[in-house]
């Protein structure tokens, strides 16, 4: 068969800005979040946007204020991801604030901002980042930047989406599993076959990465041996391209590409097809190239 991509990598390709926050424009409540520390409230006015309501963080005393998303957010590890949201200091007396984001509420920071604006006006921020190599959920954490009782700051239009748009990026610290048999109709599917070896950078357990395309070609990055012990004995018929955190279900969101393998003239070459149990695999040339027309 020829290569094949999951609808969930068409439509990743195509376009998804999902925004993966809850309530991030506090349009009637401040459902979605918890205060943390000083008072955090929404307020029932105009926001950045036409939008009504927007977050107050209010230092009390001397607690910085601070609050967070309610429950984690679902992120892929060694992933691309942009947050976005609009930021003020309300007054002059005003401190400037600070987001961070982490697997926990209000700490193991991904990413620290402090921001420093004019105040009396709303000023979008944009932050790309990319989460840690173990990394599955993700706190997002708004507050002021001082103890210092009344300081304030507000937030509204909070946005995180997954950033990752191109196959480089998609693929990041992935890795190939090779099958027995026939190529499924649809890499949705979950695969046929006897698995018979997953490919990785280091041969045990680190993902693969890709070296910047040229000239329409996407190709393995040549810094990396990409290779793997095979778990089972068979005849090698067929690949799949799997982006991290991937179980291998049944799935139309999932970002996979599939393809052939053979000794020649096929989507993915090895010397041979002939897999043994414990012995290493190599793939030293591996390519995808986007067609002209």
């Given at each position: ?58 230092n ?31 007054t ?10 982490g ?15 004019t ?22 954490t708004?507050?002021?930047?001082t ?17 990752a ?21 649809l890499?949705?599917s ?10 990785y ?9 890709f ?14 041996t ?11 018929g067929?690949?799949?391209l799997?982006?991290?955190g ?17 000794t ?7 010397s ?6 414990g ?15």
């Open positions: 068969m020829a290569l094949t991509l999951s609808t969930g990598l068409r439509n990743k390709l195509l376009g998804i800005n999902t925004n993966l926050v809850t309530n991030g424009d506090f349009g009637t409540d401040f459902s979605g979040w918890t205060q943390l520390t000083g008072t955090t409230q929404r307020v029932a006015a105009t926001g950045a946007t036409s939008a009504a309501g927007y977050a107050e963080c209010l009390a005393g001397a607690a910085s204020a601070k609050f967070s998303n309610a429950t984690a957010i679902t992120v892929r590890s060694n992933r691309l991801y942009k947050l976005s949201y609009y930021y003020q200091k309300p002059s007396s005003g401190v400037a604030g600070m987001v961070s984001a697997a926990t509420s209000g700490g193991s920071e991904v990413i620290s901002v402090i921001h420093n604006d105040a009396g006006s709303w000023v979008k921020k944009e932050y790309t980042f990319r989460t840690g190599a173990s990394q599955t959920a993700l706190y997002l708004f507050q002021t930047n103890t210092v009782a009344s300081d304030q700051c507000w937030f509204d239009e909070i946005r995180l989406v997954d950033a748009c191109s196959l480089q990026e998609i693929f990041y610290k992935g890795f190939i599993q090779i099958y027995s048999g026939a190529q499924p109709a890499p949705d979950v695969p046929s076959g006897t698995l018979l070896c997953t490919i950078s280091d041969g045990t357990s680190a993902g693969l990465s070296d910047d395309a040229a000239s329409g070609v996407l190709s393995k990055a040549t810094a990396e990409w290779s793997g012990t095979a778990v089972a004995t068979a005849t090698a067929w690949f799949r799997m982006a991290t991937d179980d291998g279900a049944s799935s139309t969101t999932e970002e996979r590409i599939d393809g052939a393998v053979a020649s003239g096929s989507q993915l070459n090895m041979s097809t002939s897999i043994t149990s012995a290493v695999q190599t793939i030293s040339t591996f390519t995808i190239t986007m067609p002209s027309q």
